[in-house]
């Protein structure tokens, strides 16, 4: 048997062992320390971390989520590692996101609101409830968040992260329709006020840090709005002070969803900004001609300070993001990510 290490962010630590031929996420559940995950399969990314001493396995994991040049830096997929040593092991999350007792992951869900917003974006609302269904509660979640969305019916799933807060009680979710998708095809054509769905979660680690009182810069691509705009809703709940500018951008103008009630928010909250790019446009009306990368450039020229960076969208965005605060000068420490992975 092995030691194993936990270091969370915020500098605490947390020990169990493993064996061989067992990976450290399993290890974890077997002596009661449940660490952030979700497929368990190596897909997603969710318990990506870094092991900063020991020799390990690593076993069949997928390469969107745990890219060649990550693995060399010692990045690991703790639901695949296998421990040939003692390991120390650093999350990129705080320790009271580490639970030591059994959490309830299957809920159930109303669907209260199924809108299409855009040419290609539906706008989903669900309320969660007890497990008879006979009473409305709220599920707890870190915005930036995501739960599994299981089709009634099936025993198809596909993840999708909140872009409200828990305190709202309802779970809002933009989801971008695909043409031969599964859920897209379900939004379209069975989706029904009323329905009820299955729901696991909530999962992943993609959230707010402590910044030290740098400013924030969200960019977002596409539907990978949803996981900042439960950020920034969680920071004007909290009236935080601190400067924060959303970028957020589309291929098309009439891919634009919930411009508005952005719009909405920035009035509501003096320390945010926000910038709309549309690459296939003129611009005008609020909106900027080029792409969201465009933006990200000029707000990081503005500054001297360097700000924390939160990108979610597409894998093509995020790298074009990494590389322009790479060249700006932005610590990689200070850059915070969610890439879309493919579906199922």
Not at 84 to 97: K, N
Not at 219 to 241: E, Y
């Amino acid at each position: 048997m092995y030691q194993i290490v936990i270091e969370t962010e915020d500098g605490e630590t947390c020990s169990f062992e493993c064996g061989p031929s067992e990976d450290v996420i399993s290890a974890g559940l077997r002596q009661s320390v449940i660490l952030l995950a979700s497929c368990r399969a190596g897909g997603c990314a969710t318990c990506k971390a870094d092991c900063t001493d020991g020799d390990y396995e690593l076993i069949d994991v997928k390469v969107q989520a745990l890219p060649p040049d990550e693995e060399e830096d010692g990045k690991v997929l703790l639901c695949r590692t296998f421990p040939r040593s003692d390991l120390h092991l650093v999350v990129p999350y705080t320790y009271d996101r580490i639970s030591f007792e059994a959490i309830q992951t299957n809920w159930l869900a109303e669907i209260v609101a199924c809108d299409r917003v855009s040419s290609n974006v539906v706008r989903l609302v669900l309320q969660p409830l007890t497990a008879d269904g006979a009473a409305r509660i709220s599920l707890n979640f870190v915005p930036g968040q995501f739960v599994d969305i299981e089709i009634p019916g099936t025993h198809t799933r596909r993840s999708y992260s909140m872009a409200s807060v828990a305190e709202d009680g309802q779970l809002e979710f933009f989801i971008r329709l695909l043409p031969d998708g599964a859920f897209s095809k379900f939004l379209q054509t069975e989706a029904k006020v009323g329905m009820r769905v299955d729901l696991r979660g909530p999962a992943g680690s993609f959230s707010l840090h402590d910044h030290g009182g740098r400013s924030r810069v969200f960019v977002a691509g596409g539907t990978g709005l949803s996981p900042v705009l439960s950020m920034i809703r969680q920071l004007g709940k909290s009236s935080d002070p601190s400067p924060a500018t959303l970028l957020f951008g589309v291929t098309n103008r009439d891919e634009l969803f919930y411009v508005d009630e952005l719009k909405s928010l920035a009035r509501s909250m003096p320390s945010l900004g926000v910038r709309i790019a549309v690459v296939n446009d003129d611009g005008g009306n609020g909106v900027d001609k080029g792409t969201v990368i465009d933006l990200l450039r000029a707000e990081l020229e503005k500054s001297d300070v360097k700000p924390d960076i939160y990108l979610c969208g597409p894998p093509g965005m995020i790298e074009a993001a990494f590389a322009a605060a790479a060249t700006a000068g932005v610590p990689k420490e200070q850059v915070y990510l969610e890439k879309f992975l493919a579906s199922g």
